[in-house]
């Protein structure tokens, strides 16, 4: 009895909070019909959209693969000082506010700033255009592989390694042939963490993008700028197709997590 | 010097420069920009009746979806390490799924079910209960962005805990109760903070599904987040800068003490510093975990 009741619960928790909502959604994106979904979807500002948030997320994923690499490495590897904080800072954007976030870069690129005003002379717009979307999105997906990484690193040690470098493997060969291969999982699951933040960013990049028709508009900024003008079969029409690729991506994160609990047993 | 080193020190040049790009110099930036307004400025701006409405809203917003998140996320813990039933699977699958909507959607969705337009919500309307630009509707934004965090903080302990531990203490005459406070408790415990503490600070800063529910009335229904939006916008840098650097100032606060509160006796470095095998981001199960 007791345990069918929280069974129960727990079924009406998820139903009320995540099922419904979805299903919701799904049903009323379809409300006047499929030939008004497509129309939405295909409409150049989603077009547009789908094609600026594909972008930043290609660039986005591959400078956190490398750079995430490098910094866990460095993290698990290497003493030295100041390790700690480096941690520390890791963590951080986890609990900052994308919208602070957005803002604090720009008052960091802004044109009375250093950086702004060297960049300015460069001819290189920051603010308001691709780089500042880019960097908001990567500050927001920054902990995910490095934080994916460093525990497999801790896990696997430099045995292996090493025995390769006795062999006469060159450095690059020992991370190609022998690093890499052990840390595969853990990049799929890093990855697909990074790829599902950086679709959905929404705060960050509307605070630094200027949100520009046709320009700097991405997928989440057009659900909104649909959702504000009262278009909200366009609105609802892109929100299901995102989250039709957030299915997709959790089915990839509980493969990658079977996948490597099947590797490291 | 060796060209091992050579490479080590061109790695850790990287990370550190990497690090200090993306993180440590926007945090300079807006401590910076507090800086030059002043501490006279800064409460000013904090204590002003919008700015001081949207952070107690945010505020008591995130505090009731802590304990609720708490409560459901404990719940949910246990049923699904420790019964066999329908559909566990795939309730289990789900809890993901928080991480992978984007947070503009959850708003769409909530703002739908629960809108006037719905029947759900004609229902809760008829009863006196408005959930869309209103409280609930906060609430409930909250709850679905940090559904997972209680959750995966708990499951991997749970299924660590030892059952034999808990039959022991019955064994040797101990009540329910007394195994549950004596045993049960202490081994869950710093796991639960961790998902409550992140909850908390997940919330405060929520912005995306909040924008979609909430609306945006002064003195109402803005919270923190949209309230900094609505500075930006207005052009107004320091009202903006006096808030998040508040409201950033709760969130390291709070980790602080989750770090003091989970940290084992007698270990020397600060654990939120070493994040990397339990918890954060917690939240996401790590494979190794799982039995």
């Known amino acids: 009895m007791m345990r069918r009741l929280l069974i129960g619960s727990v079924w009406s928790y998820f139903a009320l909070l995540l099922i419904g909502p979805i299903l919701y959604l799904a049903v009323q994106s379809f409300d006047e019909g499929i030939a008004a979904y497509w129309r939405e979807v295909t409409k150049p500002e989603a077009l547009h959209g789908f094609a600026l948030t594909f972008e930043i997320t290609a660039i986005v994923l591959a400078v956190n693969l490398s750079f995430g690499s490098i910094t866990a490495l460095v993290l698990v590897r290497q003493q030295f000082a100041g390790r700690t904080i480096l941690s520390g800072l890791i963590d951080l954007p986890f609990s900052v506010s994308p919208v602070i976030a957005g803002f604090m870069l720009i008052l960091l690129f802004g044109p009375e700033t250093i950086l702004g005003t060297f960049f300015g002379t460069l001819g290189v717009k920051v603010l308001f255009a691709m780089p500042a979307m880019v960097l908001a999105t990567l500050f927001a997906t920054f902990p995910f592989v490095v934080r994916e990484l460093t525990p497999l690193l801790q896990t696997i040690g430099t045995d292996a390694e090493e025995a390769a470098r006795t062999l006469g493997a060159n450095e690059w060969q020992v991370f190609l042939k022998v690093t890499l291969p052990m840390l595969k999982w853990g990049f799929v699951y890093g990855a697909t963490l990074t790829v599902a933040r950086a679709i959905g960013e929404f705060g960050a990049v509307l605070v630094v993008s200027g949100n520009i028709l046709l320009v700097t508009q991405t997928a989440t900024l057009h659900i909104y700028q649909s959702y504000v003008d009262f278009n909200y079969v366009g609105a609802n029409a892109v929100a299901l197709t995102l989250l039709a690729v957030s299915f997709a991506i959790l089915t990839v994160l509980e493969l990658a997590k079977a996948k490597a609990a099947a590797t490291l047993v | ?291």
């Open chain 2, 1 to 291: 010097m060796t060209q091992h080193t050579l490479l080590e020190l061109a790695l850790r040049s990287a990370a550190i420069g990497y690090v200090a790009l993306l993180i440590l110099f926007p945090l300079a930036a807006i401590a910076h920009q507090s800086f030059i307004g002043g501490i006279d400025h800064f409460i000013q701006d904090i204590s002003s009746p919008q700015a001081s409405s949207a952070l107690l809203l945010t505020v008591e917003a995130a505090f009731i979806t802590t304990v609720i998140n708490a409560i459901f996320g404990t719940l949910s813990a246990v049923v699904l390490v420790r019964y066999e039933f329908p559909g566990r699977w795939f309730l289990n699958a789900l809890v993901d799924l928080p991480f992978a909507i984007p947070t503009l959607v959850t708003g769409l969705m909530i703002a739908a079910i629960y809108g006037p337009t719905s029947l759900l919500g004609m229902w809760l309307q008829t009863g006196g209960v408005t959930v869309l630009y209103d409280k609930p509707g906060i609430v409930l934004a909250m709850l679905f962005v940090t559904m997972p965090f209680t959750i995966r903080a708990l499951q991997p302990i749970l299924i660590e805990l030892d059952r034999e531990q808990e039959e022991a203490s019955f064994t040797l005459g101990a009540s329910p109760w007394t195994t549950f406070w004596k045993v049960t408790v202490p081994s869950v415990l710093p796991g639960l903070l961790t998902g409550v503490f992140l909850t908390f600070v997940r919330a405060l800063g929520e912005f995306g599904s909040i924008v979609i529910v909430a609306g945006n009335i002064p003195m109402k229904t803005q919270v923190a987040s949209v309230y900094v939006y609505g500075e930006i916008e207005s052009y107004n840098p320091q009202g903006a800068t006096s808030v998040s650097v508040f409201v950033l100032l709760i969130s390291f606060l709070v980790l602080i003490l989750l770090e003091r509160l989970t940290r084992p006796p007698g270990e020397r470095m600060p654990r939120w510093w070493r994040w990397s095998n339990r918890s954060l981001a917690t939240s996401i199960i790590r494979p190794s975990e799982i039995g």
